[in-house]
């Protein structure tokens, strides 16, 4: 079983800025994706950005330039610097991870998610 642990949440001004950051733990053999959603109250659940495990990343239009993602492989694990808050950001952020268990099975799990609160 692979577990997700996010972290860095909080309540923070326009403009400002926070940093996300999940762990992963469990049987892992190999991590491929991992990425970061968001759900605001009221709307559904999106992508944020994605990063796979050769370093290649994928953001969504809306945090491009202002967000950035990243990850240590060594450390199982995935951040999210977000820059130039905007109240529009506010969501409880989520972090996603697929790969192949130690077992060699498929795995594709969530975070228990972490709330982001910019105020205008």
């Known amino acids: 079983q692979v577990q997700l642990v996010e972290s860095g949440g909080g309540l923070v001004q326009a403009g400002g800025s926070l940093r996300l950051s999940c762990v992963l733990s469990?049987?892992?053999?190999?991590?491929?994706?991992m990425g970061w959603y968001r759900q605001a109250p009221g709307k559904q659940r999106e992508l944020v950005a994605s990063i796979y495990r050769t370093g290649s990343t994928h953001y969504a239009d809306s945090v491009k330039g202002r967000f950035t993602i990243s990850r240590d492989n060594a450390k199982n694990t995935v951040y999210l610097q977000m820059n130039s808050l905007k109240p529009e950001d506010t969501a409880v952020y989520y972090c996603?991870?697929?790969?192949?268990?130690?077992?060699?099975?498929?795995?594709?799990?969530w975070g228990q998610g972490t709330q982001v609160t910019v105020s205008s």
């Open positions: 469990g049987s892992i053999f190999r991590i491929n994706t």
């Open positions: 996603n991870a697929d790969g192949i268990t130690s077992a060699a099975t498929n795995f594709d799990s």
